[in-house]
């Protein structure tokens, strides 16, 4: 990768990339899945209007509030990569 603007990948072996990816779509999917479920819940015991919840995420206070949660949540992400011991686990308490 030589040349590119990603060099910090180059001392990364393609396997921990794979457990990054990895970690990350059970991660994602999830959260996903949590996401859907309490929404769902808040709208049928009438507690907020779906559009309530579509009109937040372009909200500039909860844009800024929430990207300190998932900035610390990458950098725990991305240790995975610097992380020794047994690769194969596929939930590392680097992770968490």
């Known amino acids: 990768m030589k040349g590119t603007d990603h060099e910090y990948l180059r001392e990364v072996s393609p396997?921990?990339?794979?457990?990054?990816?990895?970690?990350?779509?059970?991660?994602?999917?999830?959260?996903?899945?949590?996401?859907?479920?309490?929404?769902?819940?808040?709208?049928?015991?009438?507690?907020?209007?779906?559009?309530?919840?579509?009109?937040?995420?372009g909200d500039a206070a909860f844009l800024e509030s929430s990207q300190a949660a998932l900035d610390a949540n990458l950098r725990r992400l991305l240790r995975i990569m610097a992380e020794a011991g047994d690769a194969r686990g596929p939930l590392r308490n680097e992770a968490l």
């Open 15 to 57: 396997d921990r990339l794979a457990s990054l990816l990895m970690e990350l779509a059970a991660q994602l999917h999830a959260e996903r899945q949590r996401r859907m479920a309490l929404e769902d819940v808040l709208v049928r015991r009438g507690v907020i209007a779906r559009e309530e919840i579509e009109a937040l995420a």
